[in-house]
Structures are given as C-alpha cells and as structure tokens.
Nanobody
Framework: QVRLVESGGGLGQGGGALRLSCVAA???????????MNWYRQAPGKQRASVAS???????NYADDVKGRFTISRDNAKKTVYLKMNSLKPDDTGVYYC?????????WGQGTQVTVSS
C-alpha cells in the first residue's frame, strides 16, 4: 500500500525559510509520474486548505497567500515532492499534509507541523 511520508517541519522564524518533503513510498514510479501532488495546510482552528499543487507535467498552482513565497517542485526519480517556504509568516503555522487523489479517493500523509514565530 502506498504511503505518503512528510518531513522537514519544525520551528521557523518570521522571514525565514523551511523546506518540506513528501516521499510516496511503495508507489510505482510510472504511476507517481502521472499524479498531481498537493500540499495542504491545516491551521489551528481552521479547515484543511490547499497550499500548492504540481502536475505530472510540472504545472504548478498556489494559494493566493503563498504566491511568490512558496515553491512546489518534484523529483520523480525519488518519488518526492517538495515545498520550499520562504519569507515565513506566523499565519503559515499549521500542520502540512501531502496529498494525491486516485479515482476519487484522497490519500494523505500523516502531516508535519510547522510553527512560525514572529
């Protein structure tokens, strides 16, 4: 069974940077290459919301509040998607989840906590 394993969260300072990683363990490489991979964030007391996505063709999309600060990328050989977060703000605090969808079913990682101090 495919598992999404996130890493790279932690404590960041306002204006600083963090990079998150998500490995799609046990996913067939050809399948991974075709999947749109997503990052979501669940801020304290709020619903989970999309942050960024990247298609198999590396077309990217970002939430308005992270445009120009966050960059999503992927390394298909490593079956890994990254989220580079620059110019961090306290509002970026939350649990970040990696996600992909397969025939209407959403698959999620366990999440990684990001806390940004002002």
């Amino acid at each position: 069974q495919v598992r999404l394993v996130e890493s790279g969260g932690g404590l960041g300072q306002g204006g600083g940077a963090l990079r998150l990683s998500c490995v799609a363990a046990r996913m067939i490489t050809s399948v991974y290459n075709s999947k749109t991979m997503n990052w979501y964030r669940q801020a304290p007391g709020k619903q989970r919301a999309s942050v960024a996505s990247i298609t198999g063709w590396r077309i990217t999309n970002y939430a308005d509040d992270v445009k120009g600060r966050f960059t999503i990328s992927r390394d298909n050989a490593k079956k890994t998607v990254y989220l580079k977060m620059n110019s961090l703000k306290p509002d970026d605090t939350g649990v970040y989840y990696c996600n992909y969808n397969d025939y209407g079913t959403a698959y999620w990682g366990q999440g990684t906590q990001v806390t940004v101090s002002s």
